[in-house]
């Protein structure tokens, strides 16, 4: 755990000829179609697991576009209509002197989508190359990848509870904007994308590198 | 905390069923009785293999059925009520999910339910079918494994925690413009998030497949 040369010695399921199970480890000793104990799809490694990786992540990327550009909410108030991009609510709470929630919203719309676009992109080449960087870095750079990415759904839910509260007869009404659909569509891409990534393909570098 | 024993090379082709390959990294272990309370760690990448817990079974039946609860009190009951004067007042979770329901952006209205209701619904539902049979040494029920599989790939997609940080955000939003009281809407899914996160932690999932297979055999 400590000492990542030690990872040398120690013996794969796949190397063993064996197939492991991803959802409950049950080991089987021929290749079937489904896990025996837990009846998940089996295979050793995910099949075109990068694959699906780089896709998910372009669909990801190419919705994370208009989630920018386009409004997030749309107030209309005696009259007059203010559009907010997701930059936007977030300069709007930092001038409400909201300075936490500011710095919530800004994390999970901004930093979370941005971070893990490049987080994914460097674990998918860092297994794609030959180049042996530590495992249990990549390990946990994954681990969080998978665990921060939900919560960028913060901003979607926020926009519909506030169009669901502000609802002023005439004087004021909220609306969600059509960026909201996008960013929803960009976390989902982008949490296919870290979910069709194999944490196992990190350790195989090592595999490679002492057979 | 202990570590599994690497096993033998020539021990690993003659029985796959005294061994478990460490669903994140792939190395293998020999299978052996964890303690109650001790927790089984992958020698290579670390990721907890096995916990088990004495009466974990019957502990995270009751605390999904108590989350269902909450889930049905947190629909119902009024949401964060703002006051002012000339508000039509739209404040139960329903009322958040329908928020989007006019043309375009009628999909999202769906996919707000299905992440904040439906699914994490859905998921302690599949938990207490497959668990209650066991918690009471019962076989399991007919399709008790499709069932935990289910909850275990809903997991991620189960958001109620992240929606109680949204109802913070957008009550700071309105701050300005309403008054805002908390309704107990608001606290049961507070409450909620605490259970559902005492659950996940409770809940060792190897050791429930290993148990369903045992249970299903005998």
Wanted: aromatic share 8%.
């Amino acid at each position: 755990m400590e000492n990542a040369r030690r990872t040398g010695r120690i013996l794969t399921a796949a190397r063993a000829g064996l197939i492991g199970c991803a959802g409950c480890g049950r080991v089987h000793d021929r290749p079937l179609s489904h896990c025996l104990r837990c009846g998940r799809p089996l295979h050793a490694r995910k099949p075109h697991s990068l694959q699906r990786v780089w896709a998910w992540m372009i669909a990801g990327l190419i919705t994370y576009i208009p989630a920018n550009v386009y409004p997030m909410l749309i107030t209309r108030n005696f009259g007059k209509e203010y559009e907010n991009t997701i930059v936007g609510g977030v300069i709007e709470l930092m001038n409400h002197g909201s300075y936490g929630v500011a710095l919530i919203v800004f994390f999970a719309s901004i930093v979370i989508p941005i971070g893990k676009f490049i987080a994914i992109a460097y674990l998918a080449l860092s297994v794609q190359s030959a180049v042996v960087i530590r495992g249990h870095g990549r390990q946990r750079l994954y681990e969080v990848v998978e665990f921060i990415g939900r919560w960028s759904m913060i901003d979607v839910f926020v926009v519909a509870i506030l169009a669901a509260l502000v609802q002023f007869d005439f004087a004021a009404t909220i609306n969600p904007g059509i960026a909201a659909i996008s960013f929803a569509l960009s976390v989902a891409f982008t949490m296919l994308s870290a979910q069709s990534f194999d944490p196992k393909s990190i350790w195989d570098a090592y595999e490679a590198d002492d057979t | 905390m202990e570590a599994l024993a690497p096993p033998q090379p020539d021990h690993a082709t003659r029985d796959p069923r005294g061994l478990i390959a460490c669903p994140t990294c792939d190395a293998l272990h020999r299978d052996m009785s964890v303690a109650a309370g001790a927790r089984a760690r992958c020698t290579r990448c670390g990721t907890v293999l096995m916990a088990p817990r004495a009466g974990a079974m019957t502990q995270i039946v009751m605390l999904a059925a108590t989350s269902a609860g909450l889930m049905v009190a947190a629909g119902f009951f009024p949401l964060p009520r703002p006051f002012a004067p000339g508000i039509t007042t739209h404040s139960s979770l329903f009322d958040a999910v329908l928020a989007f329901s006019s043309g375009v952006l009628l999909p999202l209205s769906f996919a707000t339910a299905a992440l904040i209701v439906a699914l994490p619904l859905l998921r302690l539902l599949a938990i207490v079918y497959t668990l209650a049979p066991m918690a009471l040494g019962w076989r399991p029920a007919p399709g008790a494994v499709a069932a935990f599989r289910l909850a275990q790939g809903l997991k991620p997609w189960a958001m109620a925690e992240i929606f109680i940080v949204g109802v913070v955000v957008a009550l700071v939003k309105v701050a300005g413009l309403v008054t805002v009281t908390l309704g107990p809407a608001f606290w049961a899914f507070v409450a909620l998030v605490a259970v559902t996160t005492l659950k996940d932690t409770v809940m060792c999932e190897l050791t429930i497949w290993k148990t369903l297979e045992e249970r299903a055999a005998s």
